[in-house]
């Protein structure tokens, strides 16, 4: 045990004496979830939306009304047809333009479909996005209050097309994928660039010839990293609830497990990459390019797998953050428990126990050569 | 032999003092295509301080990564303390001291902290081993705290053997520790090497300059994966073929260049402001002296001296 | 020695951070000399060398290498020297032909040029069987001999050797310093680092660096004269007690 903390308080040493490290392991995720912050909530202001009203009735005023009194948008004034809509769009000023159906009032009123359409500007999807919700959200409320004065049923129901971009990416996507991401770069990045830098300074010769079985170096390699990416994860996790204001609406403590468990995940894999790297710089490499290039194309991350080839769909299988991102969205979106997510936390703990045995195994007792 | 691993540990402490420490028997290493050690055989009793002596290439660190177990001979037999380094590769991990080519410390670690840290990954106590380093490790005391990365590169010679002696081993392997250390701090390091043997330690090390030969008990030449040859240093220098004389005049290379024209002298080396030389069979001095001096070269001493391990080298590679 | 001077160093200081690597180094270096660099790793040889050919700029002091002021116009001074680094500086994956073609065009020289000399090097070197083969399957010894002399394939007045035979067997040592003394007889200056004290007695002259100072300087015979003992080891010992 006294060999294990000896390894463990070494290991914590190198990585408060550099700088580097400690800049990737703190810095980044911060500077990363904060520019991603900064711009989504900096943008979400004063709105341009224009207003297509083909019905122009008592309803579309008061709906119009508490859009434009929320405090998110500003009116851009009035369409009269459907062709300005593009011209709109292209001053650049005009987010979205809402669209009220010809006599959509007394449609209303006879307990009808009402439409109502939304149209926004996707070059900045993630304004476009929120528009939309924000926008849903005020006409849900709207004929919430409605039902309650009526017997009749309303429905209203927002269409929206997005244009200019037809993947979304989704701001609450955003934050789960972020996190998935950096927590595997950085745990994959810096166990195999430690372990590396034995490599190359010649000192991992000395260790591999003591008594140390390569169990105990592994484990006295990841348990700090365990320590600071999961310290990590909280102050992302921290960042995304008060800053982006996502949601933690299931369990905080299943989900610190599973942030657990990923960490443990990316780290053995770290390992396992070191294992092959010689030095420092291969290291490096594989992490960012074999790493990080998928996740962020194949996780579900930026492009949703459902439209991507099927081998591409396969290959997305086999990434651990696509299964994590989710879990975490399950977890802090919607709420769910273990019940819904333990399909997913097996396959992680499945990979998990593949790359730690994996890593353990070709971790040699001996040098390579 | 395998009953002996049965004894435990204290047994074959015992049992390996009186037999060889270290046995090879035509031991094998390739890298690809290229030959690192061809059959090669040695034998290192307890208590000897045995050198191997090469140039980068001859096969001195391959061997002793073999020997510590850190890579797999390719064919033949190597064991350790009595035990097989393919096999019972555990207990020789355990018992023996290794300091790779480059100082394997920990730049970032400070020298206390590196030595804490390789005695507890021995799993032993500094002050129950103390007695062993004290010499060596003393000066550097005033240092404890200085990161190892700002040590000169004496003090981190000092340091690593420190560190690889920590642990008491049966066996101390150095590869290389005197290169590219001050002369002051080389003298230093063969005077520690000497104080260990006389407490009974068992010293593996190579180094790439020949005039540390004289300070092993015995040595090895090798190049290029082969073994020249093997023995004390006196008796390497008693097999030098012919007599040796050393050669000054007013200008060496000069003289060096009529001499390697000369079907009379069999072999001319520069060694410092002088040159080596052997003749051929009945030629005498005076011949030289003749030859250089009809050429313009004056100041002609020419005498016999005896042969250095570098000039018996010299003469296996030529 | 009288002839002219093509190195002079005065005052030549290199800190990094609060690590001086060269403290005042002063000296002078003469034309068709053979000066050797001496002292343990970390003594502020390499970073001296650099500065000398122009790869790093001095804190303060002045360096004048073959006429120019090589604190200021390093890549005039780069056009007029050759360089040899610790570890041979030649691409395995090309031949041997192929290094010199490579090297003699970064110095201008015409591809005709290039082919006369490196088959008139070549067969000085005796290895004009080597011209095609890769560098990598050319003997260890060879590549050391054949870096040299691609350092000082565009002929010139200086060419500085960072511990061109560390490692190297004692007949390749040797048959390297015959090079280094037909370049000097040519007249091509030679600034040589080693650990190896022999070595040092091959020398014309000799700089003792310590902790970025220089102990001593002086021709080998009579720096052992003035210390009083017969071998460079004796003197580099007394230096550091000294120092």
Known sequence: MSRFISLVRKEFNHIFRDRRTLLILFGIPIMQILIFGYVVNSDFKNIGIAVLDQSVDAHTQKILNKIFSSGYFNFSGNIQNAQGISDQFKTGKVKAVLVFESEFGKKLDNGQLANIQIITDASDPNVANTTVGYVSGIIRSYQGELAGQTVVQLIVEPQYRMVFNENLISAYMFVPGTMALILMLISALLTSISVTREKELGTLEVILVSPLRPAQIIIGKVAPYVLLAFINGLVILLLGYFIFNLPISGSLVLLLAELLLYITLSLSLGILISTIAKSQQIAMFMSLFVLMLPTVLLSGFIFPIENMPLILQWISAILPPRWFIIILKDIMLKGNGLAYVWNETLILLGMTLIFLFAAIRKFSIRLQV | ?318 | MESETIIEVRDLVKRFGSFIANDHLSFTVAKGEIFGFLGANGAGKTTAIRILSGLSSPTSGYVFVAGIDASRYPEQVKKSIGYMCQRFSLYEDLTVFENIRLYGGVYGLTLKEIVLRSDEMLSRLGITDLRDRLIRSVPLGWRQKLAFSVAIFHQPNIVFLDEPTGGVDPVTRRQFWDLIYEASRAGITVFVTTHYMDEAEYCDRVCILSEGKIQAIGNPVELKRSFNVTSMDEVFIKVARNA
């Open chain 2, 1 to 318: 032999m395998t009953a002996e691993s049965k004894l435990g540990c204290r047994a074959n402490y015992f049992w390996s003092m009186n037999s060889p420490i270290v046995e090879c028997r035509s031991i094998s290493k390739k890298y690809g295509e290229i030959p690192a050690l061809v059959n090669f055989d040695i034998d290192i009793s307890a208590g000897e301080v045995f050198g191997m002596i090469g140039p980068d290439g001859a096969g001195k660190t391959t061997l002793f990564r073999i020997l510590s177990t850190l890579i797999l001979p390719d064919s033949g037999r190597a064991m350790v303390l009595g035990h097989d380094v393919v096999k019972d590769y555990r207990y020789i991990r355990k018992s023996i001291g290794f300091m790779p080519g480059r100082f394997s410390l920990y730049q970032d670690l400070t020298v206390e902290e590196n030595l804490k840290f390789y005695a507890s990954v021995f799993g032993v106590k500094i002050r129950d081993n103390y007695h062993l380093i004290k010499d060596i490790y003393s000066p550097l005391e005033p240092f404890r705290s200085r990161r190892a990365g700002k040590l000169s590169g004496g003090m981190k010679q000092k340091l690593a053997l420190s560190c690889a002696l920590i642990h008491k081993p049966m066996l101390l392997i150095l590869d290389e520790p005197t290169t590219g250390v001050d002369a002051v701090s080389r003298k230093e390091f063969w005077d520690h090497l000497g104080t260990l043997q006389t407490d009974g330690m068992t010293i593996l090390v190579s180094t790439p300059y020949m005039d540390e030969a004289q300070r092993c008990g015995r040595l090895a030449m090798v190049q290029k994966g082969h073994l020249l040859d093997i023995g004390k240093p006196d008796e390497i220098r008693s097999r030098f073929n012919g007599t040796l004389f050393q050669l000054t005049s007013s200008d060496r290379y000069q003289a060096l260049l009529i001499c390697r024209n000369s079907k009379q002298i069999s072999s001319v080396h520069a060694f410092g402001q002088t040159l080596h030389l052997t003749l051929a069979d009945g030629v005498q001095t005076e011949f030289v002296e003749n030859l250089l001096i009809d050429q313009g070269i004056v100041e002609v001493v020419i005498h016999e001296i005896p042969p250095s391990i570098e000039d018996c080298f010299m003469q296996y590679l030529t």
